[in-house]
Every structure is written in structure tokens, then in C-alpha cells.
């Protein structure tokens, strides 16, 4: 009886020895503030497991929902896109409109020069000439005249400079500078050159004169064959000295077949061949002059 009492006692100490040990060990984890974020951590990581993959990140990161745009928000963004698209509109209408040629503009640009007549005078043609960046006796001026058909050197009527204008697409100063270019290439093809040089002879003379009086024909010719011809200076010369005092049409017209066909030593010059006598002349006195 004794031996098994002590057995049992034995055993009881032993629980109560676990017990004590138990409880120092949770109290002293319980000053360290563990006891509760274990149990969390455990609880938490118990939940994990028990979601699967998808279902756990709508948990922990629940899907952000898309702020709805408030009225005013909404109004602006359309008026933004608007005034853009306006913008890009207006400046495409606008250069539109700058390119195309326009009837009312070319007008309001002849008046600037005209004043209150129908027609270009030497005062409003010095002004023009001023404005476009063209000396009056520079070529290009010829030229301009002759797309514009006009009829009177010196003069652009209103009808000339609409028509004209038009054909060159030029309502404004600043187009027709850039058009300068085009209109001294003309002179460049002989088909062109041939119809302005023409046209030179009739525009130049006095509209009751069927002749160019020498000094205007001098001029003239200087203008258009001066850079062009070798010959030219001695031509002037001899026109100079002659007896001349005016140029037939005919003879104007020979003169550029003349600079175009005959050589520089004049060594196929036909002297029995249909030329006029200006240029007969021409020919034996500058031969005189060679041998002198």
C-alpha cells in the first residue's frame, strides 16, 4: 500500500511540475506580446491555404473600382477634343485660303496701285515694281507684261491685270514674287523667247508709229539679246553710227534670226540671200571694221 502511494505521488508531481513549466513558458511569451501574432499568423496563414490563388488576391487586393467621370469632367474633356479639332481646322482652312487664288483679293490688289482709275499709271507701276523687288527696265518686267498681255508700256489696264493675273494665279505681292522665277525661265525656251520678242516690238512702239524709233529698238534689243549675243555690242555700236532712225517689224524680227543662225565670224552670212539691208549693212561695215 505504502509503495503504490508513493507511485502516485510520484506521477501527480510530475503533472504539476509540467503544468508549472507550461504555464511559465505562456507567460512569459505573453510579456513578449507573441501569444497573439502567432495565433494571427496561424489563423491568417490557415486562410491562405484554405483559398485558392485567384480567390485570395480578390481577398487581400480587392479590385479598384473606375471613378465615373462627373458631369463637368466630362463636358471638358469634349470641349478639349473641340477646341483641338477647331483648331487643326481653322489653320488648315486659313492656308487653304491663302493658296487658292481669289478674284476679290487680285482686285483689291490692282486698286492699291491704281488708286481710283481702272488702270496702272507710271506713278502706281513705280510702286509695284517697288514692292515686288523689280527694277522697271529689268527683263522679267517684259515678261510679266507680255503674260499680261498688256497693250501700252507703262500701263496695266484692269482687265489686262485680272486676266493675267489669273492665268499666273498671283493675288498678291508675295505670289508674285515667287512666280518671278517661272517668268525669267520662260526666256530660257526658245519657242517662248521667240513669242516675247515678238511681242517687245509692238509693246514698245508708239501706238500710232508702225516703226520703234532706234533709241527705244536700242534698248529693247539690249534687254533681250544684250547677255545673249556676242555680237550684240557691235551691233549696238553700228546702230549707233547708222543712218537709221527707226526698225521695221520685219527688220526686228530678222535681227534675232540673225543672232540665232549666224556664226560669230559672220562666215555664213549669204549676202544674196533674203535678209534685209539693215543687215546687209550690218555685216559689210563690221567686215570693214575688222580688216581696219
Not at 477647331?86 to 487653304?96: A, L, P, Q, V, W
Not at 543712218?243 to 562666215?267: A, G, P
Amino acid at each position: 500500500m505504502h509503495s503504490d502511494a508513493a507511485a502516485v505521488n510520484f506521477q501527480l508531481n510530475s503533472h504539476l511540475s509540467t503544468l508549472a513549466n507550461i504555464h511559465k513558458i505562456y507567460h512569459t511569451l505573453n510579456k513578449l506580446n507573441l501569444t497573439e501574432d502567432v495565433g494571427q499568423d496561424d489563423h491568417q496563414t490557415g486562410s491562405l491555404r484554405s483559398c485558392s490563388s485567384s480567390d485570395c488576391v480578390s481577398k487581400v487586393m480587392p479590385p479598384r473600382k473606375k471613378r465615373r467621370p462627373a458631369a463637368g469632367d466630362d463636358l471638358s474633356a469634349k470641349k478639349s477634343r473641340h477646341d483641338s479639332m477647331y483648331r487643326k481646322y481653322d489653320s488648315t482652312r486659313i492656308k487653304t485660303e491663302e493658296e487658292t487664288f481669289s478674284s476679290k483679293r487680285c482686285l483689291e490688289w490692282f486698286y492699291e496701285y491704281a488708286g481710283t482709275d481702272d488702270v496702272v499709271g507710271p506713278e502706281g507701276m513705280e510702286k509695284f515694281c517697288e514692292d515686288i523687288g523689280v527694277e522697271p527696265e529689268n527683263v522679267v518686267m517684259l515678261v510679266l507684261a507680255w503674260k499680261l498681255d498688256a497693250q501700252n508700256m507703262g500701263y496695266f489696264t484692269l482687265q489686262e491685270w485680272l486676266k493675267g493675273m489669273t492665268s499666273l494665279q498671283c493675288d498678291s505681292t508675295e505670289k508674285l514674287r515667287s512666280s518671278l522665277d517661272y517668268l525669267r525661265s520662260l526666256l530660257n525656251e526658245p519657242a517662248n523667247f521667240k513669242l516675247i520678242y515678238r511681242y517687245a516690238f509692238d509693246f514698245a512702239r508708239e501706238k500710232d508709229q508702225r516703226s520703234l524709233d532706234i533709241n527705244t529698238a536700242k534698248c529693247m534689243l539690249g534687254l533681250l539679246l544684250g547677255k545673249t549675243w556676242p555680237l550684240f555690242p557691235v551691233f549696238h555700236q553700228f546702230l549707233e553710227q547708222s543712218k537709221y532712225k527707226v526698225i521695221n517689224k520685219d527688220q526686228w524680227c530678222n535681227v534675232l534670226e540673225f543672232s540665232r543662225t549666224i556664226n560669230l565670224d559672220l562666215s555664213n552670212y549669204d549676202e544674196d540671200g533674203a535678209w534685209p539691208v539693215l543687215l546687209d549693212e550690218f555685216v559689210e561695215w563690221y567686215k570693214e571694221k575688222q580688216m581696219t
